[in-house]
């Protein structure tokens, strides 16, 4: 009795399901997608080829040099870059005493505490020092950028769909808005058409504006396509800098495992293929009559003895 109702109930759950998989399929066949606005305008990422890309890709020293320039003079002033010590830049091309003088010439101090008084204060960066945020606390930050938080970039390749490209998409995206956007989706103060962010308006004011905005010393001609190129190819350092690495061990264990492969392919013909696998052996009693026939069928089956 039990089990007929255990069954039943059962039965149910089964009808259940189908139906609701039955009007549900129904349903996406019949009836169209609504399109939102945000969907109808957004834009995926648009292609970008760093030196990094692919299970080979090194980074290019150069480019991410002139993408730390970038930072140091346009996005420092409103992103921290909390998971990246200055020293961390000698990985990138820069030598000890360089790195000394970037910290050490850096326009945000860190926080401290004073020795003596134990008093909360500043000092001038040193190369164990993390990228200082440029606000003290989070509601600082939102008080100078319009209740928006501007996120710590350190990780922001990995944290956004698109990684690099989205960045660069980003940075080069501001645009006017279309006639046909709603006005509900149209900017409103202190926000930024962009067709590549989430939903459209950002609270970033456009950071690379114009050509020329930070010069190169490698001579690499500074339009906003390029900056914003450093700069995504420099953010994609920060968030993975054994990224070369991971590239080598990869190629390594794959070149061990071609090998392990092939040895593995060897023995096995050297012990099994046309030996033991295929070696006839005797059922009957062990006479010499009965050896001689299975010598003969070996000898048949080409297997040595
Ligand atoms: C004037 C301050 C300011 C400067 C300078 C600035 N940003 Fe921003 N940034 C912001 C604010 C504020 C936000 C948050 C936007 C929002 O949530 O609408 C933001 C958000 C971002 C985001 C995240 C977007 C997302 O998908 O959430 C990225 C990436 C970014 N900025 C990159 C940069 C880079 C790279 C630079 C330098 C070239 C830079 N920013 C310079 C204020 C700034």
Not at 99 to 115: H, L, S, Y
Request: charged share 20%.
């Amino acid at each position: 009795m039990v089990r007929f109702f255990g069954f039943l109930v059962g039965l149910v759950f089964v009808a259940v399901a189908a139906w609701s998989l039955v009007w549900g399929a129904f349903a996406f066949v019949t009836q169209p997608r609504e399109e939102n606005v945000v969907h109808a305008f957004h834009q995926e990422p648009r292609a970008l080829h760093l030196a990094s890309d692919g299970p080979l890709g090194k980074y290019d020293r150069r480019q991410l040099q002139r993408g730390f320039q970038v930072y140091k003079e346009v996005c420092s002033s409103c992103h921290s870059l909390s998971l990246v010590a200055f020293r961390n830049l000698e990985e990138i091309g820069y030598n000890e005493a360089e790195v000394k003088a970037i910290a050490n010439q850096w326009q945000i101090e860190v926080p401290d505490v004073d020795p003596k008084t134990g008093e909360a204060n500043t000092r001038k960066a040193i190369p164990a020092d993390h990228f200082p945020s440029p606000y003290p606390n989070e509601v600082g930050a939102r008080a100078a950028n319009n209740n928006a938080l501007p996120p710590d970039l350190s990780l922001i390749t990995k944290a956004r769909e698109g990684g690099a490209a989205y960045v660069y998409s980003l940075l080069t995206g501001y645009r006017d808005p279309p006639a046909n956007l709603p006005a509900d989706s149209r900017p409103g103060p202190n926000l930024h058409y962009n067709p590549w962010f989430a939903n459209l308006n950002i609270a970033m004011p456009p950071p690379l504006r114009s050509e020329g905005q930070v010069s190169y010393a490698d001579g690499t001609k500074p339009t906003v396509d390029q900056m914003a190129k450093d700069i995504a190819a420099f953010l994609t350092w920060t968030a993975e800098p054994r990224l070369e690495n991971r590239h080598r061990a990869g190629l390594a264990s794959l070149i061990f495992l071609i090998f392990a492969t092939v040895l593995a392919y060897m023995a096995y013909q050297n012990i099994w293929h046309g030996g033991a696998s295929r070696r006839v052996r005797i059922t009957g009693p062990l006479d010499p009559e009965n050896m001689e026939r299975r010598d003969e069928a070996n000898r048949e089956a080409g297997v040595n003895l």
